[in-house]
């Protein structure tokens, strides 16, 4: 009942599992108490009645005693299966959110170009949240209260099997049919769950881009547009819950007419002199105990069905593929070679046979019009994305048999776009190598020029930059950037453009910095920029995922072709200087 199919529909850790079986065994003891109680209520009404007869009272004191023990083991049993459900979920809760964020952390890039935000945090919370109900409130219910009514229905069989049935075939036709609706209410949910993640996408989405829409005016037109899929959110959500409110309830009446069958047959039973008015009075309080908790189930099923939708959303995360690899790192030098090197965002192919040697100790740029795939070969160099063909090697190691995060030690970027977190500009920098000392951090600032706009915001170092940085200039993020970089010293250091959002006394200094942090690594830049790349040792010219040219940017130049055309369209390529300062 508890298997591997078990868990894995329900998304439950091992932990979660043990949690169930044990809210599930509390769950029959307390309706097993609970019967128990009305076997007392069923001896005193006897009691009453053949006293009422001419009969001798009964003596009160066992009875007295049975309810102090009822009462008594009644509250016991409540507390344990309280604990066991309700008591026992959150460190489920914690368990499957870490278990979901560690998965999230190991996912290749890739995965998250395909989901959206949202969807992903409705996965962490709402649909977590949604299981946290079931895990607590339905499944030890439901599967406790199964196991207590066949106990309770095996009994009643025993003792009268008319009666018996009369009151318990309604049981089953409910199941019947609620289960006869589960497709129908699945997909409900699923209706739902996809209006609700519209309806978070479009908030964020009208929250990220709130400078853009007001700047074009089309606040009007877009609020339409998320007043629609809110509308839309609502009509969904009321379907649903008249299409389950429908079945529940039929199943429920029809569970009910088991009070007027037993009625109709013990009356019968009892004019034909076969049963006395107490035992039909002993199996009428029955069911409106077996009922109770059966009425509940009916509900509960109901919301099982509808949080499979959500055991599977967490699921899918889980059965996506994680970027693996050993956790030892130990090339031979930091060259980096790509070696045929094939690859696809989707389905449509973006690099084509991809072969280039990036030396330590050089500068290798990246060049070609926009869309080439300049920016592809960076993320496929540092592992982000997995390729579908050839080889990337780095000092002779293939890096699609290192783990991601061990690789990335040996790795620094500074990309165009600048990730900045909502915390201290000195936290910031210091993201670059943890337990970097204060001085340490400043150093790398004052080298990437940040010096100068940190001296002038209100605590300095200590000033809290907003949300990715949003106190601050674009240049200003950049030097950030190249500052956690140079905290970082790592041997591979990957640049987009890295100078491109500083004015031109900025890029100066920060060019010095630059230098120093490229000393002796393997350097791969990006550049957008034909000065860019004045004084980078190789050259490879990518057009529509292809090489089409490499070589020294003298070599390139003499060659002729599109190197050279791209230098002579840009207007800078009057400055252009085979002896320049370097990126
Ligand atoms: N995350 C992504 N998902 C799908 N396709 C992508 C993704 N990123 C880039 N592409 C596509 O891959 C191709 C190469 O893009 P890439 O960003 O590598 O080019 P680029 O040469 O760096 O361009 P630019 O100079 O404009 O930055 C383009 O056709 C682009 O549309």
Redesign the pocket.
């Known amino acids: 009942m508890f298997g591997a199919n078990f868990q894995r529909k329900y998304a439950l850790t091992d932990q979660g599992v043990q949690n169930t079986k044990k809210g599930t065994f509390w769950t029959v003891i307390v309706n097993l108490v609970v019967m128990g109680g009305v076997g007392i209520l069923y001896l005193v009404m006897s009691g009453l009645m053949e006293t009422l007869a001419g009969g001798v009272l009964p003596v009160a004191l066992p009875v007295l005693a049975g309810l102090v023990i009822f009462a008594f083991l009644s509250f016991l049993t409540h507390l344990q299966q309280y604990k066991a459900t309700y008591g026992l979920v959150y460190g489920e809760v914690k368990a499957t959110r870490l278990r979901l964020a560690e998965r999230l952390r190991k996912l290749p890039l ?1 995965f998250f ?1 395909k989901r959206d935000l949202a969807d992903l945090t409705e996965t962490l919370m709402g649909d977590v949240n949604r299981m946290e109900h079931v895990w607590s409130h339905v499944l030890g219910y439901l599967y406790g209260s199964y196991i207590s009514t066949a106990v309770i229905a095996v009994c009643l069989l025993w003792y009268d099997w008319r009666l018996a049935l009369a009151c318990l075939w309604g049981v089953p036709v409910a199941f019947g049919l609620l289960f006869g609706s589960r497709k129908l209410t699945e997909r409900q949910a699923e209706q739902i769950k996809r209006a609700a993640v519209r309806v978070s996408d479009g908030m964020q989405e009208a929250l990220e881009n709130v400078r853009e829409i007001r700047a074009t005016n089309q606040e009007e037109r877009y609020l339409a547009g998320l007043y629609r899929k809110i509308d839309d959110h609502e009509r969904i959500m009321i379907r649903g819950e008249l299409v389950t409110g429908l079945f529940v309830n039929g199943a429920s009446v029809i569970m009910r007419l088991g009070v007027a069958t037993t009625i109709l047959v013990g009356a019968g039973l009892i004019l034909s002199g076969q049963i006395d008015f107490m035992l039909l009075f002993l199996f009428l309080m029955v069911i409106t105990r077996i009922y109770a908790p059966f009425d509940q189930s009916l509900a509960l099923i109901a919301e099982l069905f509808v949080s499979q939708v959500s055991a599977d959303r967490m699921n899918a995360l889980f059965d996506t593929p994680i970027a693996e690899g050993a956790e030892v790192f130990q090339p031979q030098g930091h060259d980096i070679v790509f070696d045929h090197v094939e690859f696809a ?2 389905k449509e192919a ?1 690099l084509h046979d991809v072969s280039f040697t990036a030396k330590e100790g050089e500068i290798t740029a990246l060049v ?10 960076a993320r496929l160099a540092a592992r982000l994305w997995d390729i579908t063909g050839g080889t990337i090697k780095v000092g002779g190691v293939d890096i699609a048999t290192v783990d991601p995060e061990v690789l990335l030690t040996d790795y620094s970027m500074v990309f165009q776009d600048v990730v900045l977190f909502d915390d201290t500009v000195m936290e910031n920098i210091r993201l670059g190598r943890r337990g970097a000392s204060d001085a340490e951090v400043m150093a790398a600032a004052r080298a990437a020029n940040c010096e100068e706009f940190v001296s002038k915001l209100p605590q300095g170092y200590q000033t809290p930059i907003g949300e990715n940085g949003a106190k601050l200039s674009g240049g200003e993020r950049q030097r950030i950037s190249i500052a956690r970089a140079l905290l970082k010293n790592a041997p591979i250091v990957l640049l987009d453009e890295a100078t491109a959002s500083l004015d031109v006394e900025n890029e100066t200094k920060v060019q010095g910095a630059l230098s120093r942090l490229l000393a002796g690594k393997t350097v791969l830049v ?1 550049a ?1 920029r034909m000065r860019t790349v004045a004084g980078a040792d190789h050259i490879v010219v ?1 057009k529509d ?1 292809k090489v089409a040219q490499q070589g020294s940017p003298q070599a390139l130049m003499a060659e002729g072709g599109l190197f050279r055309h791209m230098v002579e369209l840009q207007s800078e390529s009057a400055q252009w200087q085979l002896s320049g300062a370097r990126p």
Do not use: A, E, R
């Open positions: 890739g170009g965002y989707d973006v070609g019009p926009s869309g080439s795939g300049k920016s592809t070969c990006i957008h990518l995922g």
